[in-house]
């Protein structure tokens, strides 16, 4: 089992930025790949970025990258998603989601996560 609780978010203006941390506790969080995914009002969940468990692989989403920077911490057992340059069209609540079947080539894939977060709410206003 593995317990993932996202904190970080909230209320920010265009232009804006934001860091998403999510904490684990559990299994070894160190031996997971993990992802943040997001959800829009009226949209399905989509894929936002992922981290091999050295943090050496980090796949982004088109819409995301080079404005999103995902990060982890295994002697924390936390991931963090910094945001930067944030736009309205990043308004959704993000997930965190750990993979313990794969450690170096982190899927943009949901249905490849094992384990989710319940979510924190981003709101960028324009």
């Known amino acids: 089992q593995v317990q993932l609780v996202e904190s970080g978010g909230g209320l920010v203006q265009a232009g804006g930025s934001l860091r998403l941390s999510c904490a684990a506790s559990g299994r070894t969080f160190s031996r997971c790949a993990m992802g943040w995914f997001r959800q829009a009002p009226g949209k399905e969940r989509e894929f936002v970025a992922a981290i091999s468990w050295r943090g050496g692989n980090t796949p982004y989403a088109d819409s995301v990258k080079g404005r999103f920077t995902i990060s982890r911490d295994n002697a924390k057992n936390t991931v963090y998603l910094q945001m930067n340059s944030l736009k309205p069209e990043d308004t959704a609540v993000y997930y965190c989601?750990?993979?313990?079947?794969?450690?170096?080539?982190?899927?943009?894939?949901?249905?490849?996560?094992?384990?989710w977060g319940q979510g924190t709410q981003v709101t960028v206003s324009s």
């Open positions: 989601a750990a993979d313990i079947n794969v450690v170096n080539n982190p899927s943009r894939r949901q249905n490849e996560y094992d384990y």
